[in-house]
């Protein structure tokens, strides 16, 4: 979800993972999975190019090993170049045997698009999908397309087809949003029409405990995943942060700047942060935890490690 504009149709990078012994394909809803207990799961991007293909190649790899309850390919950051996001979902699925969520975008899409990509998912045995409204285009100050909103994307692709639909959340209030009142309105509107949440990332467990209250207070008891990304670049998650509307503490800059150049060092700090707010976030008793990993596995890896949700990594 850091990224969401980003096209199908298979251009840009030339993605060809490397066979797989794998080919069950997992075929499971999401809310069967938080039936059964908290989720773990990982959030990829579509590959530019042969090097960023060999590198999320990798980190897919990697992370399927944990056998997390399902992986998350987003649609691309505004203005990104087009990706081959049902290619790397159908990998996912079809090769590593993980349950695989493709995002979705409305803005900027036709109803014949958007109904293009539902079938081509449904016909490829996906059960499950994210459905987001995208960033504007470039230059653009408002939305094209025939869908104006998130959950006029929702209810197109609920009419379509028997999918598991998730919708973004965010914790901190979106960035467009009109009054704090305005805000938590709108979500709790599409946390209502969809099947579960998805947050973007926050570096204070409070800010989800405080979200979940606000939405419980409106009547809304729609299970909501939240977002952890472990901070590695200072200049990469300001980028981010201030596009989410997520609040990048002095703190955390202060330490991943003190580490310089020091990929490793950097890293560490990283992980002690998402590893101290996923403490929190089970703590206070979330469904499940969705690590962002920017297509890389080391940082996951060792969070997943520091809380032991896989025994025997």
């Known amino acids: 979800m850091v990224g969401s504009r980003q096209q199908e149709a298979g251009v840009g990078a030339d993605w060809r993972p490397r066979p797989s012994s794998t080919t069950m394909g ?162 709790a509107e599409k946390l209502r029409v969809a099947d579960l949440g998805m947050t973007q990332f926050f570096f204070r467990a409070e800010y989800y405990e405080r979200f979940i209250e606000e939405m419980a207070a409106r009547g809304v008891d729609t299970p909501v995943i939240p977002g952890v990304m472990p901070p590695t670049n200072v200049e990469a998650v300001a980028r981010m942060s201030a596009l989410n509307n997520t609040e990048f503490p002095q703190e955390i800059i202060d330490r991943l700047e003190a580490a310089g150049t020091d990929v490793d060092a950097r890293r560490e700090v990283g992980v002690e942060v998402a590893t101290k707010v996923c403490e929190g976030l089970l703590r206070a008793g979330a469904p499940g935890l969705h690590l962002y990993t920017m297509n890389f596995s080391q940082a996951a890896l060792q969070v997943v490690r520091n809380l032991g949700l896989r025994p025997g990594l």
């Open 26 to 187: 997992a075929m499971a809803k999401i809310t069967d999975l938080l039936a059964q207990g908290t989720t773990l799961s990982f959030e990829f991007s579509a590959p530019r190019d042969e090097e960023g293909a060999a590198r999320l190649d990798r980190a897919l790899r990697r992370l399927a090993r944990l056998q997390p309850s399902f992986m998350s390919v987003t649609y691309g950051a505004g203005g990104s170049s087009r990706g081959p996001t049902a290619e790397v979902v159908h990998h996912i699925q079809h090769n590593l045997g993980v349950t695989a969520m493709p995002h979705l975008v409305c803005v900027a899409h036709t109803s014949d698009e958007i109904a293009g990509f539902v079938d081509r998912y449904r016909e490829d045995g996906i059960q499950n999908i994210i459905a987001l409204h995208g960033d504007l285009p470039e230059g653009s100050a408002e939305a094209v397309g025939h869908f104006q909103r998130a959950i006029d994307l929702v209810r197109f692709i609920r009419d379509r087809a028997n999918f598991d639909i998730a919708v973004a959340a965010h914790p901190e209030g979106h960035p467009r949003a009109a009054s704090t009142e305005a805000d938590r309105e709108h979500q």
